[in-house]
């Protein structure tokens, strides 16, 4: 199963005998088993014809529709997966303090140790990054012995300044100029591309959930958002290192994005993706999410992240069920 990103704003789309079919601006037709895609992320202006809409929606497909700049918009989902009784389940374990405390420090101190592995392998035994990780390291531990929610989100967040320190320090200085995290709207090449991932992440989370009946919008630790999927918005938080970093990292370090593959909003200061960087940066995301690994405790093969994903949300639908947040198991990068 895949994830199809259109870039070409003047693609259209159709359904014949089962297969997508993609009709490509200059003259190029591809076409896929429709049995086989996940969903179709749209970058741009390119034209899904009602046959196609309605295939998707039967079929729950969910289709996403970003700027060709990489802004999300929206998306299209069916609701052929709601579960009112798990969703109420949610709802009520959401408004439960000390479940929802617990279940976000068993999910961000999982997010700490995968952002510190991945300095780890990207330091290379320089031990450039050690005051960083020490750090970040002692803010974990703090966030294990909170006793409130905002006293997490508070250390959680001071660990993220150290980890961007350190991801700056992996970064060359030319031309990438990061300093550290900054969005909305993003001002360097490297953030850039971590709001692009993080984009692309949340709608993958988004449609994990939704496929197991659970609600977007009810979430523990990003709580009372309104109109923001705040259950995706937690449930990736584990994630955030293992796929989107890993991937920036890895694009640049093997010098397949350069600074030269953005452009600048000289109107609001926002740094893009040239289309080129744009299909280079989406094929590497995609091979990174259809990887397999074995890093989930409970299981002793390897998945997909994608499929990962699926079994992390039924993991909180056990918890949910149970009562009880330590049935929940992270996923662990060792």
Known sequence: MSQIYITDSKAKLNIESGQLKINYADG??????????????????????????????????????FSSSGNY?????????????????????ACDEQFALNLAKIILSAKINNQIVLLRRYERNHNILDNEIETIKQLNKKIKQVNTLNEAIGYEGSAAKEYFKGISKLVPKKGFNFNGRNRRPPRDPVNSMLSLGYSILINEMYAAIEGRGLSPYF?????????????????????????????????????????????????????????????????????KIRSSSKYLSYIDYPISYRRAFDMQVLQLCKAIENKNPSDYSPFMLR
């Open 28 to 65: 190029m037709v591809h076409t896929i088993p429709f049995e086989s895609i996940d969903g179709i992320t749209v970058f741009g202006n390119a034209q899904l014809s009602t046959q196609c809409l309605g295939a998707c929606l039967k079929a729950g497909i969910q289709v996403q529709y």
């Open 219 to 287: 979430g523990f630790i990003h709580q009372d958002k309104e109109k923001h999927p705040t259950l995706a918005s937690d449930l990736i938080e584990e994630w955030r290192a293992v796929i989107v970093d890993s991937t920036v990292l890895s694009l640049i370090s093997k010098n397949e994005i350069s600074p030269d593959d953005f452009y600048k909003n000289e109107e609001t200061g926002a740094v893009f993706l040239n289309r080129n960087a744009m299909r280079v940066f989406l094929k590497s995301f995609e091979e």
């Open 73 to 93: 918009f929206g998306k299209l989902s069916s609701t052929i997966h709601v579960n009112t009784s798990r969703q109420k389940a949610q709802v009520f374990a």
